[in-house]
């Protein structure tokens, strides 16, 4: 018998979800720039509402555009669905509000980006969530963190900016043991780099501003649902094992099975918090899906070379980077990320901050500001931008100082991306 | 038995019964439970032995499924009702409204073939490695043109949404799903006694049951309506969920 052969990531970062158009055969995924749709009848619309039948009623909540992009990022993940959102940030919070509430508790990474950092250190406990921060590295830790309501563990592929590798096998083993699933953001690898489904992981958020979309032209998320974790006969996750009053009384697990998760964040939280995605967005970010393995191998490449050249370079005090021997994960990379650690990493600059603010103002080709995952190359001062609302002690642990520079190299020519770096480091420290 | 929570009355009613395919469960059919619900038809998706929420002993044949389902059906005092169901469930259906003709009112048959053989290869990995008989069956089980998506439900990803499903599925059950539609006999005879209204639903792209390989089916029924999907493959509820629907408004609205 002829063994099935599932399409490889190239060919679905082109296709996924995709089909030419019925009305017209547009090759391209059409952008339904409408708020909403019109109903062939009463019946059909009360149909929709009442999830008898498949269709879209209001842009907030489905769209077909945002849909196909939905799926494709399904099938590259290996998930069984998505919900496109207005940033990472709304997907995160997606994520943690379609099965958290009032007296739940999060086990998170202490080495977060800083916005996600914020929403768990400081917004959400104003809602009665909140999060304790350990070191991943440590099990010990994150075992003794979790709480009887603990409902969710949180942390990064890649710890921004630090590059702390999450041992995601070892972190979901635990988080299954407690019955919890394990949310991980996955912006700074992209599905070409690693598949946090395949370690175990339940759910997955991308900001999609970065590499997915890779040309700095949207602010857009995306959340991912594996729908292998067990919600049913989960006390803590009521809102997906009990009657839902906002819709006659759903119990999702009951009516969706594996989905039931996606369905209600689709439900309840696209529904009601309203952080969607613009289906122009979703048309450029499967633009930049389409060349995502071609950028992904020009980012890495370029990234490898630079680090290299930069942890050879006498104005530099030390580069992280989790392919360098001397990185705390550098084995667990070797293993989970044979394609490369990503295109983002900080160096420490000889002569401390004055140095390095002199480095980042001296750049030509690399623009300074906040973001990453660009096809052009970026630099930042995370202590004094991205990080800055983090205290001292919480910028030690994400692994920033007052010198770190965090560089995201993008796909540039490598001998004209090391003259700019080489130039601004003589500058820096003259 | 477990059945969908959505149906307030069992006792003497006249349900529709929807009953699913290998490895599957009452999720695959919400929506037409939910749009009949709605109009106040009594409906049953019930999650055979094993399967779902069920947690009976799974059983290994059709006649042995279909005695089962009758003991479900008399413990609550249910006279009549009438069938859908999926592949192995479409079997399921003929069964029943061969062997107790005037308790069945009307059979819809979705994605079905007669015989339904199921190649030895795949058998043998579904009892010895049922991933590999999973990925076969998710592969085969949609239309080329579905495996790329573009699902009428938004956001969804088809395949790998069936993949999960079956994951989740007992040990055993799937060997034991495509044992019992393998060793189903006398199909044809048993369309000859089948007295209800009968419905075919097929994928005119489906690689598990070919439209082909329904065909002594219906010419076997008596006049039976037969809807055909263009581009459909074997998942026609979760391919064309609004065609499927639509079909079976149309068979018990008349």
Redesign the interface.
Known sequence: ?K?????NLETLSL?????PDSDFGSRATPIYQTSSFVFQDSETA??IF???????TYSRI???T???L???I??LE???????TASGQAALFLAITTILGKGSHIVASKSLYGGSHNLLEYTLPRFGITSSFVDFRKPKNIKSAIQKNTGLIFGETLGNPGLDVMNIEMVSNIAHQNKVPLLVDSTFTTPYLMKPFDYGADLIFHSATKFLSGHGVVIGGLLVD???FEW?SNKKFKTLNEPYNGFHNM?FV??????AF?NRA?KEGARDFGACMSPHTAFLILQGLETLSLRMEKHISNTREIVSFLNEHKDVKSVSYPELENHPDNKLAQEILPRGCGAVFTFEIEGGLESGKKFIESLNIFSHLANVGDAKSLVIHPASTTHHRMNTLALKNAGISESTVRLSIGIEDINDLKEDLDEALKQANR | MYYHPIQQKINNSEPIIFIHGTGMDHTVWTLPVRYFSRKKTDVLAIDLPGHGQNKDKPLDSISKISTYIYNFLDKYKIQRCSLVGHSMGSLIALEMASSRPERVKAISMIGTAFPMQVNEALLESAKSNPQIAINILTFMGYSFSSRLGGNKTPGMWMTESTKRLMQKSKKGIIYKDLKACSEFTGGLDKAKKVEAKVQLILGSNDFLTPRIKAQDLIDNFNQPLVQEILGSGHSLMMEEPNKVLDYLIQLFNN
């Open positions: 018998m063994k099935p052969k599932d399409l296709h996924a979800g995709n089909k009360a149909g009442n999830n008898e039948r498949a269709g879209h489905t769209n077909p945002n849909a196909v939905e799926e494709r399904s099938s290996g998930g069984i669905g998505a919900i496109s594996s729908g292998n049913s119990k009951e009516e969706f099975g594996p989905a996606i689709r």
